[in-house]
């Protein structure tokens, strides 16, 4: 019954931790793209260029590695609950 709990638990916690770092991380993409156009447009630029710009740069990071790397929010806390059980059961 505890196992149970832990895999329920664990999954919820697991999943808020996800959407946290995963909004995170694409803010802060947005932000250095943000930053990237200011420092090319001290101006300001065009708004509907600065948008443009902006959505290629998050099209680009939705593509890339990183998004996917934030997925091993589930895979480590798993690999390890399970190693610690099988050597605190088996050895």
């Given at each position: 019954?505890?196992?149970?709990?832990?895999?329920?638990?664990?999954?919820?916690?697991?999943?808020?931790?996800?959407?946290?770092?995963?909004?995170?991380?694409?803010?802060?993409?947005?932000?250095?793209?943000?930053?990237?156009?200011?420092?090319?447009?001290?101006?300001?630029?065009?708004?509907?260029q600065r948008e443009i710009f902006i959505e290629r740069g998050m099209?680009?990071?939705?593509?890339?590695?990183?998004?996917?790397?934030?997925?091993?929010?589930?895979?480590?806390?798993?690999?390890?609950?399970?190693?610690?059980?099988i050597i605190t059961t088996y050895y």
């Amino acid at each position: 019954m505890g196992l149970i709990r832990l895999i329920i638990f664990g999954f919820i916690a697991m999943t808020i931790a996800y959407f946290v770092i995963s909004i995170y991380s694409r803010s802060v993409r947005r932000e250095k793209l943000e930053n990237r156009w200011a420092e090319k447009h001290p101006d300001g630029g065009d708004a509907r260029q600065r948008e443009i710009f902006i959505e290629r740069g998050m099209a680009a990071y939705h593509s890339s590695l990183r998004p996917k790397l934030i997925l091993l929010v589930y895979v480590v806390p798993v690999v390890l609950i399970a190693t610690i059980h099988i050597i605190t059961t088996y050895y």
